[in-house]
């Protein structure tokens, strides 16, 4: 795939993820023009003034609520990396409607407008909350992955193709709780809320060249899940923190022990790879289920979950990989 003679839009494109993605892209891969598709000037104004001003940059107000700004936007772009979304567990839970507005119904307008404008290749930021999910956050980005999957069938004579990424935490990026961990070590005590709580993590750059292979491999239909290691939250809080106090103070409303990013049910249509799972679409009258000439299929009964990893990390390890990241909270740049 050569990414000069493409056209991306980027929603959500002044996020964590989007940022990086648009870095990576000017750095290394060059594309013919990068649209930033987001609704807040001021994230916009503010990722110019930090040089992102490339000659082949666009800067386009917009909210993915809005299908007639979508159309608007997504005429003449060759791919669509979908990452716009209300994404705080505690904020999706007191603004349910808020939540269903733009993860669903947005998202369904970014397929309509592909669709109609014909996009080649549209991929969406999915999470492990998705999987099984027991908040508003996740059921949203559950419902969103079912969408992009059924409409490479509503896509119909067109080549538009849809596919989902999904990933555990990112370590640094906005909203996580690695900021959390660095603010509460000046007070010498950090909260976690249950000792034996797992996750997965990926980086901010991982996600996005995993994000980058997929677009580059997919063919419409699967759901690109990359091998990751997981970390319990208390080493985390560890690393972050070595000379403080740790107090548990109880599993929050809409959050789990553990996270899932393979159910046991969608391990039959399952193939692995050496660095990671693709899940087939579950109807096989179309595209996107010849991955099994690729890998292997799943053993019966597997299940992908941050408790049950084959891939650990340790304080040692987190602390390397927070580092950067606390460098940079502590010269301002993180919040």
Request: aromatic share 8%; proline share 4%; net charge neutral.
């Amino acid at each position: 795939m050569n990414w000069t003679d493409n056209v991306i839009l980027v929603t959500g494109g002044t996020g964590s993820f989007g940022k990086k993605f648009i870095e990576v892209m000017l750095k290394e891969y060059h594309p013919r023009k990068i649209i930033v598709f987001s609704r807040d000037e001021l994230k916009q104004h503010e990722m110019q003034v930090a040089g992102f001003k490339d000659p082949s940059l666009r800067y386009f107000i917009g909210d993915i609520r809005d299908q007639q700004r979508c159309r608007r936007a997504f005429e003449g772009v060759d791919i669509v990396v979908h990452a716009a979304a209300l994404k705080q567990v505690p904020a999706c839970e007191y603004n349910p409607m808020e939540a269903i507005k733009t993860n669903i119904l947005g998202s369904g307008n970014v397929i309509d407008a592909a669709i109609d404008a014909g996009v080649k290749k549209v991929i969406a930021l999915s999470t492990d909350k998705a999987v099984n999910p027991v908040n508003l956050y996740g059921a949203t980005k559950l419902a969103a992955e079912k969408l992009f999957i059924q409409s490479n069938a509503y896509a119909g004579a067109k080549n538009t193709r849809f596919s989902c990424v999904r990933y555990g935490n990112v370590v640094g990026s906005r909203g996580s709780v690695v900021p959390v961990f660095l603010k509460q070590r000046e007070s010498g005590k950090v909260t976690v809320t249950d000792e034996r709580m797992t996750r997965f993590w990926i980086s901010l750059e991982g996600g996005v060249r995993f994000v980058i292979r997929a677009v580059e491999n997919m063919h419409g239909g699967e759901v690109f899940v990359p091998k990751i290691p997981s970390m319990t939250v208390t080493d985390l809080a560890k690393a972050i923190a070595p000379e403080a106090s740790i107090e548990y103070i109880g599993i929050r409303p809409g959050e789990k022990l553990h996270e899932v990013l393979i159910s046991e049910d969608e391990a039959r249509q399952t193939v692995e790879l050496d660095d990671m799972y693709v899940v087939q679409p579950a109807e096989s009258l179309w595209f996107g289920r010849d991955w099994e000439a690729k890998g292997k299929l799943l053993e019966d009964g597997f299940r992908y979950a941050s408790n049950t990893n084959t891939q650990w990390l340790n304080v040692q390890e987190i602390s390397k990989i927070i580092a950067p990241i606390e460098a940079d909270y502590l010269s301002g740049k993180l919040g």
